[in-house]
C-alpha cells in the first residue's frame, strides 16, 4: 500500500489523534449515550468533566471497545484512531488496546512482583527478545510513570504491596510498557489521597505531548490543572467541547455554567 491510500500515513499528520462522529450507546434497551462527535488532539491532554451517571465514563469506554465486554451493549456511530475504523470488523481489539490503554479509577495492579506487571503487557505482544530487553522497557516505563527511585530495588516484591498511590503510578506504567498512542484514564485519583493526586497530576503533564490522554474527572479543578481540552457531559449528550480556559472562564451553555459554578451535580 503507497503513503497516498493509507489513512493512517495522512492521519499521522493530522492535529487530531481520535475522532468520534455521532457516537450513541445503548445498553438493552436503555440508551446512555446520545449522537456524541468529538475530536481528540495528539497533543492535548483532553478531560471530560459532568454528574455522575452523565455518560463521560461510557464515552471513554468506546475509545477502545472496552464496551463490547458488557452484555447487551450497543455502540452505533463511527470512532477513528488516526483515521481508521475502530469498531470495523477487521480490527484486531487486543491490538486495539494495546494502542489505547486504560488506567482505572481503582488502582488494579497484577498479584505478581513489580517487575512482572510492567512486563506481562510487552510479553504478550512480543516486544522484547531477551531478559535485558525486557529490563530496558521495566525501567523505561517505571521511570515515566515517576516510580522507578522508590521501586528499584524491590521489583521482585509484590505490586499490591505498595501504596494506593505508588499502585496507580504502577498501573500507569503497566499502560505505558506496551507503548500506547493513547492513554484512557477513568477517575485516576478518586481513590486517592491529596498528595498522590498530585503526584499523578504531575506525571500527567509530563506524560503530555508524548501521549495523547483522556481523563475523566469529577474533580473540576484537577481538569483545570492538567487539560488544554474540557468536554462537559450531561445526561448522556455532550453539551460543550473547547478550550479548558474558556470552558471554565466564559462557558457559552448555561448547563455548562450551572455545573462549573456548582448550581447542580
Known amino acids: 500500500m503507497n503513503d497516498m491510500t493509507n489513512p493512517a500515513t495522512t492521519a499521522a499528520a493530522a492535529p487530531y489523534k481520535m475522532r468520534a462522529g455521532e457516537v450513541s450507546v445503548f445498553y438493552g434497551p436503555k440508551q446512555a449515550l446520545n449522537a456524541v462527535s468529538i475530536d481528540i488532539g495528539r497533543e492535548d491532554v483532553t478531560a471530560f468533566i459532568g454528574p455522575s451517571g452523565c455518560g463521560k465514563s461510557t464515552f471513554l469506554r468506546c475509545l477502545n471497545r472496552m464496551n463490547d465486554t458488557i452484555p447487551g451493549a450497543r455502540v452505533e456511530g463511527r470512532i477513528e484512531l488516526d483515521g481508521e475504523d475502530i469498531y470495523a470488523s477487521g480490527m484486531d481489539v487486543v491490538q486495539l488496546r494495546a494502542r489505547v490503554g486504560m488506567v482505572f479509577q481503582k488502582p ?137 480556559s474558556d470552558i471554565f472562564t466564559n462557558p457559552r451553555e448555561t448547563r455548562t455554567k450551572d455545573y462549573i459554578t456548582g448550581r447542580y451535580g
Open 108 to 244: 488494579n495492579p497484577f498479584p505478581k512482583s513489580i517487575y512482572e506487571n510492567i512486563a506481562y503487557g510487552p510479553r504478550i505482544h512480543g516486544l522484547a527478545r531477551t531478559k535485558a530487553e525486557m529490563d530496558v522497557i521495566v525501567e523505561r516505563s517505571l521511570r515515566r510513570a515517576g516510580l522507578w527511585d522508590e521501586v528499584k530495588d524491590r521489583l521482585a516484591d509484590s505490586g499490591t504491596a505498595l501504596s494506593g498511590g505508588q499502585q496507580q503510578r504502577l498501573c500507569i506504567a503497566r499502560a505505558i510498557a506496551v507503548d500506547p498512542e493513547v492513554i484512557l484514564m477513568d477517575e485516576p485519583c478518586s481513590a486517592l489521597d491529596p498528595i498522590a493526586t498530585a503526584k499523578i497530576e504531575e506525571l500527567i503533564d509530563e506524560l503530555r505531548g508524548r501521549y495523547a490522554i483522556v481523563i475523566v474527572t469529577h474533580n473540576m479543578q484537577q481538569a483545570a490543572r492538567v487539560s488544554q481540552k474540557t468536554a462537559f457531559f450531561h445526561l448522556g449528550t455532550l453539551v460543550e467541547y473547547g478550550d479548558t
